[in-house]
């Protein structure tokens, strides 16, 4: 009970921020920082010791496919996989990663093929995470290029394409959209976590990426982690890990590890966390509480809009809801033409909607920073919207 009041306090005192119109809200990069509140909760629970003679070697445990992955960084992936019922682990090879942005790209060296004479095509459906095309065409490798919105792909021959479920920016369930055979998909799944969307089955597909950084915040740790069906291409996205960076950070994936164990500690001992909200449960009142304030202000007047997906029950908690995005794909409605220049007026940097395969109609703003700074922001987008209407 002390603690729930102890909640709830952190967020009335923030809410006495008064906007003076001038301060920049900065939203475009998605960073998590909104989880600093929970973890400030936590407390010592999560503190880790590592000692000076710890993870002084290279490897891990050199008979595993992936001979980098510390086996507690599994055990605690495989327990929070079970206690979510997100995904199957049984059966599957884990690949550990600085994030899920170099599995990315080690998705792609495994997955293309060397005899092409051209390189293979990257495809998503759009709106897409702005950083697929940057990624893949990053280096010009003559492996990959990327090929742009997968419902507007229509060529013959292989491709890979990235399914992002929910999707960044707009938070939309999504299956493969390119529906013809010769295809090779990669599931990345770093939303499909209880704050953000039901979850509705445990995912099993080939290739599935996650990471820390949107399950539980740490996006400084650059943890990440690969759930692959098919050893051979276990072994690829490994490889690739092994020649870029010789592994992955051991410390890193301690500490991720602890986190990991302690939200699935959480929910497991429910009652007996002194008092503190599990996780999950923490995590999607305040997505809730978010998106309330974001439509209540967005509903205020004409200028904007925002998309409206289906609501579907959560397996995990239960709850019947719709995607409680880690983004706002907000989108200007009167004649304004450039979203982002309009919101740049009043000193809100967001990302522009044609970095995602869409237009400048739309913008993507983030929904996990700092309460203070969303605060600001709602205010300052509420009396937008009403002096304007
Ligand atoms: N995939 C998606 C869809 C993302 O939104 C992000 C982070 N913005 C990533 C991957 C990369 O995450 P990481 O910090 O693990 O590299």
């Not at 503190?47 to 507690?72: M, N, R």
């Not at 942005?101 to 093929?113: E, G, K, R």
């Not at 065409?137 to 997968?150: N, V």
Request: hydrophobic share 35%.
């Amino acid at each position: 009970k002390g603690v729930h009041l102890k909640e709830e306090k952190m967020r009335v005192s923030s809410s006495a921020v008064i906007d003076d119109g001038k301060t920049p809200i900065v939203l475009d990069h998605g960073d998590p920082t909104m989880y600093e509140e929970y973890w400030h909760l936590v407390g010592e629970k999560t503190t880790v010791v590592i000692h000076g003679q710890q993870g002084i070697s290279y490897f891990s445990d050199a008979s595993k496919v992936c001979w980098f992955l510390e086996p507690q960084f599994e055990r605690a992936v495989i327990r929070l996989h079970k206690v979510v019922g997100n995904a199957i682990t049984e059966g599957y090879h884990i690949v550990v990663g600085t994030g899920s942005s170099q599995l990315y790209q080690a998705a792609l060296y495994a997955l293309s093929p060397s005899d092409l004479l051209e390189p293979i095509e990257v495809v998503s459906e759009a709106p897409f995470y702005s950083s697929y095309p940057l990624i893949t065409d990053f280096l010009k490798s003559g492996l990959h290029r990327w090929a742009g919105d997968a419902s507007k792909y229509d060529k013959d021959g292989p491709y890979i394409e990235i399914v992002t479920s929910p999707n960044n920016p707009d938070g939309s369930t999504r299956q493969p959209m390119v529906n013809r055979s010769g295809g090779m998909l990669i599931y990345d799944l770093a939303y499909y976590w209880p704050q953000y969307t039901p979850i509705t089955y445990p995912a099993n597909h080939d290739i599935m990426l996650f990471t820390i950084s949107k399950c539980t915040g740490h996006a400084g740790s650059r943890i990440g982690w690969a759930l692959v069906k098919d050893e051979a291409i276990a072994r690829k996205i490994t490889k690739y890990m092994e020649i870029s960076t010789i592994g992955v950070s051991k410390d890193s994936q301690t500490r991720a590890a602890k986190v990991l164990d302690v939200i699935s500690d959480s929910h497991v001992h429910k009652g007996n966390f002194d008092g503190i909200s599990p996780f999950f449960d923490h995590s999607y009142d305040h997505m809730a509480w978010r998106w309330q304030q974001l439509r209540e202000a967005v509903n205020k007047g004409k200028l904007f809009s925002l998309p409206v997906f289906p609501s579907a029950t959560c397996t995990f908690s239960g709850r019947t809801f719709g995607p409680l995005s880690a983004f706002a794909w907000l989108k200007c409605e009167s004649e304004v033409e450039n979203c982002a220049e309009f919101l740049k007026q009043h000193n809100i940097c967001v990302r522009d909607g044609s970095f995602l395969g869409s237009s400048s109609k739309f913008v993507r703003i983030s929904m996990l920073d700092k309460t203070e700074k969303f605060e600001l922001f709602i205010q300052r987008l509420s009396i937008m919207n009403t002096a304007i209407a």
